[in-house]
């Protein structure tokens, strides 16, 4: 199958620079970006005075949470995990996460991601989900122990099966991901099972590390070192490991993680609304850190949409330096594309002959993004996720003229409100 983009503003290549062109896609790929291309295509997209980018990664969510958005609002993270999430969370069923999973899904292909990194738990059922959808999803289990081994046996258990069914799906596009929860919930014990495993099996590795002050107080009383200090110590990272939020770092941390090659998930609306604090994001990038940009899950932020990340990204660092120099937009916008796509080994997030074609197209036929006179900056400061109008991945057109082509909307906003009635 091909498609044949005409007339768009293409940002072009890892500079992203910004070009009228045609783009031609054949099978996954991308096979030609230039100013006319006359070749017949199966399909043909007119995309005059809109923006043909490349798609956005989400390096950290949580995608079934949307059935808990607007339940517990307003508190930091501790006391709404403990009080509010984990007992909703222990009434969820395999078949209450999936239809989750699938709002989860709608909503990102609604706003334009085509690849995401994901934590939760019956992922079996969020790995068919992502397979109907046509997204591209790196999915793992959230192993939790607490300190007990036999936990600790029945969560790698758990991953290990989960692996196995992903594995058989026989997909391109749903890869499993080793999830330890965080340092807070997980023994040494099983990190050090996690990191054999992901030797053993070639899989990359996500974690939450260093959200907040409570998190930096109780491992330092428990181990007496940072979380980073205390991964680094037990042999754990690497460059497969993705860390989710890294909002308390010091400068002894941002060196280990540079020197390990990890990457960095910022989740900015996240941190702001949890008021879990502010990520070092200059200090990362100049130590040559991967920082890439994720939403986290949408009881936390409380949506999915990627284009609103950006913003809030941008914004909170320039104010928060007192210098709005910093996170410029094309900073801000490689974090949601190509910096995501790295850490997830993917051929992803610029568009360019011979990278998969993870594209969307941004309608700016709109008052709000008139005149075109900066293509990024007007995603990252201007546009928001339902300005998106076409999604392709893989080649392949999820959302066209904003109409869901994989998924059936209406059953599945319907179904969210039924599931939530029964958790109540
Ligand atoms: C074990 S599955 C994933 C687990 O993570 C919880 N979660 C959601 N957001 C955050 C966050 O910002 N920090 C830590 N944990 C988070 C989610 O509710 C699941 O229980
Ligand atoms: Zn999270």
């Known amino acids: ?241 993705i860390i989710a939020h890294g909002v308390w770092l010091d400068s002894r941390d941002i060196q280990i993680l540079a020197r390990n090659g990890v990457t960095v998930a910022h989740n900015p609306a996240s941190n702001m609304k949890l008021a879990s604090g502010v990520m070092p994001l200059q200090r990362l990038l100049n130590a040559g850190v991967n920082v890439g940009l994720g939403t986290d899950g949408s009881a936390s932020n409380n949506n999915l949409d990627m284009l609103d990340e950006m913003k809030l990204a941008a914004l909170l660092h320039k104010v928060h330096n007192l210098d709005p120099t910093v996170a410029d937009s094309k900073t801000v916008f490689r974090m949601a594309t190509l910096n995501g796509a790295k850490a997830l080994r993917l051929k992803a997030g610029v568009i360019k002959e011979g990278y998969l074609a993870d594209i969307v197209i941004v309608d700016f036929n709109r008052p709000h993004l008139r005149p075109i006179n900066n293509v990024i900056s007007h995603l990252v400061y201007s546009a928001s996720g339902s300005d998106v109008e076409t999604t392709i991945v893989d080649g392949k057109i999820l959302m066209l003229d904003r109409e869901v082509l994989t998924l059936d909307e209406e059953k599945i906003i319907d179904a969210a409100e039924k599931t939530i009635e029964k958790l109540a």
């Open 1 to 241: 199958m091909s498609i044949l983009i005409k007339n768009g503003h293409v940002i072009y290549g890892e500079n992203f620079e910004v070009v009228k062109a045609d783009v031609l896609i054949e099978g996954n790929r991308v096979v030609k970006v230039a100013k006319e291309i006359n070749e017949a295509a199966d399909t043909v997209i007119d995309a005059k005075g809109k923006v043909v980018s490349p798609g956005f990664v989400n390096l950290h969510t949580h995608s079934p949470m949307g059935l808990f958005r607007g339940l517990a609002d307003d508190l930091p993270l501790m006391d709404w995990l403990q009080n509010h999430i984990w007992p909703r969370e222990a009434k969820l069923t395999r078949e209450y996460t999936k239809v989750g999973a699938y709002l989860g899904a709608l909503e990102m292909i609604k706003t334009g991601t085509t690849a995401f990194l994901d934590m939760y738990f019956f992922m079996d059922a969020v790995a068919e989900v992502v397979e109907e959808s046509g997204l591209r999803g790196y999915l793992s289990y959230g192993m939790i122990d607490l300190g007990d081994p036999e936990k600790t046996g029945k969560e790698i258990k758990e991953a290990l099966h989960t692996m196995e069914f992903i594995e058989k799906l026989n997909s391109e596009r749903v890869h499993f991901v080793f999830g330890p929860h965080a340092p807070y919930t997980c023994s040494i014990a099983l990190l050090k099972e996690v990191r054999k495993l992901a030797n053993e099996h070639g899989k990359l590795i996500t974690i939450h590390v260093s959200e907040t002050m409570a998190e930096i107080g109780q491992i330092t009383e428990r181990y007496g070192k940072s979380p980073v200090v205390l991964l680094d110590e037990v042999g754990f990272l690497g460059n497969d490991v």
